[in-house]
């Protein structure tokens, strides 16, 4: 199903629950790799991206059984130490299975990854990582081989704290012969929840959630049963479709404690939230507030994952807005198919600064999905536009949304697949 048509009807009022978090569900498939038993996961988000990491396991030797949102990985044996190159294409997190099948077997080989194009993308910080922890890195074209013949525990610093190299070092970490310290660790509720699978498999973890992190290898990792928390993208998602199509929107499951930056920046455009556990509840100003200035950054900062959702609702704001992208170079590639539905967005020539144009209203046409929360953007930019909107290359919303036809007609709007 390529093409997705979308008209919404006007103010949403909706409950919803959130899906589970595709960033987290990825490293804890991963980790199911490290022990000889049985790993269970619940609460896994059905995404193309989930499924991908699951033909990894799959292509690995491990029996893999699905049923609705539990993920069971048995991986008594692991029968091939080469990622299959076709997974590793369609998605750059398979690139963590490579720390997993080294702490598992002390080899792994892959081609080089894919995934969205968000700019450079390279893996050194990974590479040197193993490295670090006595593994041979052989590099010849796009293939990578790591070797080992037995990791020892290193102190490695990372240059910049980067999601997927702490969660591949992780996950490295737990073959490799006593301790090692991760510096300038990513601190996204990411690595909080692979640290957290860890430790109830038995690996002793510390530090998770702050930027120096200590893990001591070769413990005796037991079975698990592991339920994954909310995806505080996809919960941010949709409170955005509801600034934009106006109304009350009200989401169950949202990680709360995780989603502080997003909820700010909505409170500073009118927004009101009301907070309760793990339920978020949003109504929409009349009128949308500009925001003067605002700049990804690692967690805790506004995330990078977010900003191109926040173009479209922007674009309808009493004022102009500035976002700054700081961790990858073309997140901007968006701005072109919001133009097409009415938007003004200046792009700096250096690529790092949106300026955006408020008081336009968007309509809809037909449009491209450029990526990932490209591609969300645009659903929300139709949930708010005058007229249909058909979203093109919609495979790439599929790698992270689950079910997004329905949660459109949830939220009050039509939605029908163009075959
Ligand atoms: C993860 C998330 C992605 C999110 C990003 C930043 C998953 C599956 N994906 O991606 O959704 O947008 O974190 O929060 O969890 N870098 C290097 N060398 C490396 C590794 C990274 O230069 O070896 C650079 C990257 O090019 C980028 C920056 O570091 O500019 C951040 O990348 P990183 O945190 O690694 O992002 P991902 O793990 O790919």
Redesign the pocket.
């Known amino acids: 199903m390529g093409r997705l048509r979308i008209r919404n009807h006007g103010k949403i009022q909706a409950e919803l629950r959130v899906q589970g978090s ?3 569900s ?2 804890c498939l991963a980790a199911a790799l490290l022990h000889s038993g049985t790993t269970v996961l619940d609460g896994v988000p059905m995404i193309e ?1 989930v499924r991908t990491a699951i033909g990894i396991l799959r292509a690995l030797g491990t029996q893999v059984t699905v049923e609705g949102s539990r993920v069971t990985v048995c991986a008594h044996e692991i029968t091939c130490t080469e990622i299959p190159p076709g997974f590793m294409r369609k ?3 398979s ?2 299975f490579l720390g997993a099948m080294l702490a598992r077997t002390g080899e792994a080989k892959a081609v080089y990854p894919g ?2 194009v ?11 990582g193993f490295r670090r922890l006595g593994c041979e890195v052989n590099l010849r074209e796009e293939i990578i081989e790591v070797r080992s013949c037995g990791m020892s525990g290193a102190v490695i610093r990372l ?9 591949n070092l992780l996950l490295a970490a737990a073959g490799a012969q006593g301790t090692t310290v991760i510096e300038n660790a ?1 601190r ?1 509720p ?1 690595i909080v929840e692979l640290s957290r699978l860890l430790m109830r498999m038995g690996v002793d973890v510390r530090g998770a959630g702050t930027s120096r992190i200590a893990i001591c290898g070769r413990a005796a990792v037991r079975d698990v049963c592991f339920s994954m928390s909310g995806d505080r ?1 996809v919960a941010g998602t949709w409170l955005l479709c509801c600034m934009n199509a106006g109304g009350t929107i009200c989401l169950e499951r949202a990680p709360v404690q995780w989603m502080q930056s997003t909820l700010e920046v909505l409170g500073r455009m009118g927004a009101v939230i009301r907070t309760e556990g793990m339920v978020v509840e949003c109504s929409a100003p009349e009128r949308i507030l500009p925001v003067s200035y605002l700049e990804t950054a ?2 805790p900062g506004f ?3 977010m900003q191109s959702q926040f173009l479209p609702v922007l674009s309808g704001a009493q004022g102009d807005s500035c976002i700054c992208e700081t ?3 073309s997140r901007f590639r968006i701005v072109s198919e919001l133009e097409r539905m009415g938007a003004d967005i200046e792009v700096s020539d250096d690529l790092t600064r949106a300026r955006i144009r408020g008081g336009k209203r968007l309509h809809g046409t037909a449009v491209t999905a450029p990526d ?2 490209g591609g969300a953007a645009l659903i929300i930019a139709a949930m708010g536009a005058e007229g249909d909107t058909v979203i093109d290359d919609f495979y790439h919303i599929e790698r992270g949304y689950e079910c997004i036809a329905d949660t459109i007609r949830l939220l009050g709007g039509d939605a029908c697949w163009i075959v």
């Open positions: 595709k960033n987290s990825l490293p991206d998605m750059r997190s690139v963590i995934g969205c968000l700019g450079s993308r390279p893996i050194d910080f990974h590479l040197e240059p910049f704290s980067s999601v997927g190299a702490t969660e990513a996204e990411e993208i690692p967690y995330p990078t994952d961790v990858f170079s990932l929360r």
